[in-house]
């Protein structure tokens, strides 16, 4: 069974960037597409971003210039780089394991992913 753990969240100026990380085991994540997604309370949780087993991305409008999602195969890490945070970008960060070897259209949907980590805090406030 895979088991993901996310890290990297914290306190940051608005403007300021976070690298958030999550780290798969229970198996190599070469065969895996995996996703980012956010909740900020009282919404839905919403796809932040998402690479696939052959490296290739797609992202949420609100992510895109700002977000860079990347992967290490080696480590088993899949990583999230957050530049020009700002504090609408609030919320808990969880990443998931998508049930597709592509991120296709329907990526963004949190039901086609099976695997969740617990999720990291992100808060951005000056």
């Known amino acids: 069974q895979l088991q993901l753990v996310e890290s990297g969240g914290g306190l940051v100026q608005p403007g300021g960037s976070l690298r958030l990380s999550c780290a798969v085991s229970g198996s190599n994540l070469d065969y895996y597409s995996i996703g980012w997604f956010r909740q900020a309370p009282g919404k839905e949780r919403e796809g932040v971003s998402c690479i696939g087993a052959s490296g290739s991305s797609a992202s949420a409008d609100s992510a895109k210039g700002r977000f860079t999602i990347s992967r290490d195969n080696a480590k088993n890490t899949v990583y999230l780089q957050m530049n020009s945070l700002k504090p609408e970008d609030t919320a808990v960060y969880y990443c998931?394991?998508?049930?597709?070897?592509?991120?296709?259209?329907?990526?963004?949907?949190?039901?086609?992913?099976?695997?969740w980590g617990q999720g990291t805090q992100v808060t951005v406030s000056s």
């Open positions: 998931a394991v998508y049930k597709y070897l592509f991120c296709g259209a329907g990526w963004p949907e949190p039901m086609k992913y099976n695997y």
